[in-house]
């Protein structure tokens, strides 16, 4: 029967997409608080100006009622100086601060209220700690100035060596990036790697690194329809995705509990179980590790639930629902696909399958029916409806079914080419 001949070639050898773009970078956060010298007592209404020093960037904010000030929208891969001016107050500066999220406490010393400079404090920078005194700052002995230039250049090779450990990160991040977007992932995984190693706590280089696995796993996996040496490098590839994003994921659910990074986070996440999902599904689809399905459904469902976006909630449901029906799990998979239409009952793409999916289970006159549906709400120019009509035709006459009945006057009408 046709039926048959639908069934193959959708559960057939197909070229798997590859997933482009990487993981969107993080955000990261700088806080604290800022109190007179000597005291709790809070200052108001301080200005604190964070400049961004590997790129451009400036990001000004004040402190509130509590002397706290918060910027949780600074790129994470960056360092900054943080200047702070209050009136009546000396002016502060920080250096090679991170966008941690760790609290910051400055306290600030009377003073004539001036405010600083990037170059004033590039300047004090190269000339040292005396250089970035203040004015009328009380003279320090020489044991005590002693003291003061140690820890001055302990706290510069701590900072020195923060820094080319960050630019060395950043290079390595940014090379795979490019390799990725020239679809060389050997490279980019590579790259990755070595920026992990100089900084473990990113979830970014995480998310890339499983998301370039991923894509060096799909390119092996086409190439396995030639070479079937090809299919144990890409299902080490899956797994290996699997594990990388793990630890994003381990990352990302430290930040959740923020309510002033949950968003962001929230969005992390979705992405992150999408690509844990799609390594998943390719390994029980295409790949016999059958135990997988059942996590790349629990996956889909969990990334459906975190995004926003209403076209990806259908997506994924419609992705866990085919990875159960093309790994062999027809019977979990009418139940999905059931589940999706009694939500969205004019899913084109889940009447398609469900239909399907009764006929693998001998349910051919509900399959039949279903399909039917499927021609009736389906785009005019739907490549598949000829082959639909002639496979209902096949289940009516050869299980002498009940014919089903045509609703076409809800026909969608044919998507226009853009």
């Not at 991923?214 to 590839?237: C, F």
């Not at 793409?349 to 039917?372: H, I, M, P, R, W």
Request: hydrophobic share 40%; net charge neutral; with cysteine.
């Amino acid at each position: 029967m046709k039926i048959s001949k639908l069934l193959s070639a959708f559960l057939g050898l197909a070229m798997i997409a590859l997933v482009s773009g990487n993981v969107m970078a993080q955000v990261g956060r700088i806080e604290g608080t800022v109190v007179k010298a000597g005291t709790t007592e809070p200052i108001v209404g301080a200005e604190i100006q964070i400049e961004r020093t590997d790129i451009k960037g400036s990001y000004p904010i004040k402190t509130g009622k509590k002397g706290e000030f918060l910027h949780a929208g600074v790129p994470y891969v960056g360092t900054y100086v943080i200047m702070v001016s209050a009136p009546n107050c000396q002016p502060f500066f920080l250096t090679g601060i991170r966008p941690t999220g760790d609290p910051i406490k400055i306290e600030l010393a009377n003073g004539d209220g001036r405010k600083l400079t990037l170059d004033e404090v590039k300047k004090m920078q190269a000339g040292g700690p005396a250089a970035a005194a203040a004015p009328q700052q009380k003279q320090m002995s020489a044991a005590e100035q002693k003291k003061a230039q140690e820890e001055y250049e302990k706290k510069r090779q701590e900072i020195e060596k923060q820094k080319a450990d960050f630019e060395g990160m950043k290079k390595m991040f940014e090379q795979g990036q490019q390799l990725a977007a020239n679809k060389d992932y050997a490279g980019a995984i590579s790259a990755y790697n070595e920026a992990v190693k100089l900084d473990p706590d990113q979830q970014a280089i995480w998310g890339n690194l499983s998301l370039a696995l991923y894509n060096r796993g799909v390119t092996n996996l086409n190439e396995s329809i030639q070479d079937p040496s090809k299919r144990d490098p890409a299902k080490q590839d899956f797994n290996d995705a699997i594990n990388a994003v793990g630890k994003a994921l381990t990352l990302n659910e430290a930040i959740l509990s923020d309510p002033a990074k949950s968003a962001g986070a929230k969005k992390s996440k979705s992405q992150y179980l999408k690509i844990r999902a799609d390594a998943e599904s390719l390994l029980a689809r295409r790949l016999g590790v059958m135990e997988m399905a059942d996590a790349a459904l629990k996956d889909y469902r969990e990334a459906a639930e975190l995004t926003d976006v209403p076209a990806d909630k259908k997506l994924f449901e419609l992705k866990g629902a085919e990875t159960l029906f093309e790994a062999g799990k027809a019977e979990e998979a009418v139940t999905a696909y059931t589940a999706i239409l009694a939500a969205d009952p004019d899913s084109v793409e889940a009447l398609y399958k469900l239909g399907l999916a009764y006929a693998s289970v001998a349910k051919f006159q509900e399959s039949a029916n279903t399909l039917q549906k499927f021609i009736d709400k389906a785009p005019e120019n739907d490549p598949r409806l000829a082959e639909v009509k002639a496979v209902i035709k096949d289940l009516v006459v050869g299980n002498n079914l009940q014919p089903p009945k045509s609703d076409s006057g809800k026909r969608t009408p044919a998507k226009k080419k853009p």
